[in-house]
């Protein structure tokens, strides 16, 4: 279709609408044809009243207007919301290239945001390099941190991130995304951010040896996890449960956790999880790993 005029008209013979009704409360029939036409572009508050007559969004609108194909920026947009773990290196590199062949033809500081971001990632969790991984992002919280408010792209880069600072502007970070997401709850599913953000500065208190706060947050992830069916994110908070439970002295309790989200993720066939989950327990219990004796194959009580 490629123009708005066709664009419009193919939405609202599918619809099976006619013109009259397509333009009710935003301009006149004779001038909605025109639109239809490519004779004349509606103003903006005339288009939205239109897509709203369609119960339609403009994103939508926009990907229905390219035949129903996501533009190379989205392409990039879903490939980033897709990054479970950052141990997904394969994953991560191949959209940081997707991020370099957009960048080499436009000008798009969210893209640049995602590529330094990934970059910092890969440089925190490949290299534990936090130090080149924090001059690769600064920049970004830099201009966020003067921000009125933040919003939706801003939070799926800081939420990404917000691990490489240090730790007082990481837990100041989670605690304004948190708030933040509250707003944009009816928008966007905004509760698997919020367990990933609570199971990450858990991280942060566990490195801190913080125990008892970093359970804290880790069951209200569990929670939030379990009552909304999250299993995924449920999955990954339970091993942190288990490494947390470890860390305090409860070690077969600890164990038994730890082994329950390995098998969950064995049962789901969530490789990615698994490996995810394998990399955390040897990063925190490395020293501990034979006597722990795990196996994703173990059958235990889920």
Request: proline share 1%.
């Amino acid at each position: 279709m490629q123009n708005i005029g066709d664009t419009l008209k193919f939405i609202r013979k599918s619809k099976n609408l006619t013109q009259q009704e397509t333009c009710t409360n935003a301009l006149s029939r004779s001038n909605y044809q025109k639109i239809e036409n490519n004779k004349i572009m509606p103003s903006m508050d005339r288009f939205i009243q239109i897509l709203l007559n369609f119960n339609m969004t403009l994103e939508e609108f926009e990907f229905v207007k390219r035949d129903f194909t996501p533009s190379p920026k989205e392409n990039i947009l879903y490939l980033y919301s897709k990054i479970i773990t950052s141990s997904e290196t394969d994953m991560i590199l191949n959209v940081i290239s997707k991020c370099d062949d957009y960048l080499e033809n436009h000008t798009d500081i969210f893209i640049s945001d995602i590529k330094a971001s990934l970059e910092g990632i890969l440089l925190a969790e490949k290299e534990h390099n936090f130090e080149l991984a924090r001059e690769k992002v600064t920049y970004i919280w830099d201009r966020l941190s003067e921000a009125d408010e933040l919003f939706w792209n801003d939070i799926l880069i800081l939420r990404n991130i917000f691990f490489i600072f240090e730790n007082e502007t990481a837990q100041h970070i989670v605690n304004r995304l948190i708030s933040q997401l509250k707003k944009y709850r009816y928008l966007y599913p905004t509760l698997s951010i919020e367990i990933s953000l609570h199971v990450n500065r858990a991280t942060y208190l566990i490195l801190d040896e913080e125990y008892e706060l970093a359970l804290h947050y880790i069951e209200l992830s569990i929670k939030i996890a379990k009552h909304n069916h999250y299993y995924l994110q449920f999955c990954m908070a339970i091993a942190k449960k288990g490494i947390v439970l470890y860390k305090l002295g409860q070690k077969q309790k600890g164990k038994h956790f730890m082994q329950r989200a390995l098998r969950v993720a064995k049962v789901l066939e969530e490789e990615r999880i698994l490996n995810g989950i394998k990399n955390e327990i040897d990063y925190f219990l490395h020293d501990e790993l034979q006597n722990l004796s795990l196996n994703e194959f173990t059958k235990i009580d889920i």
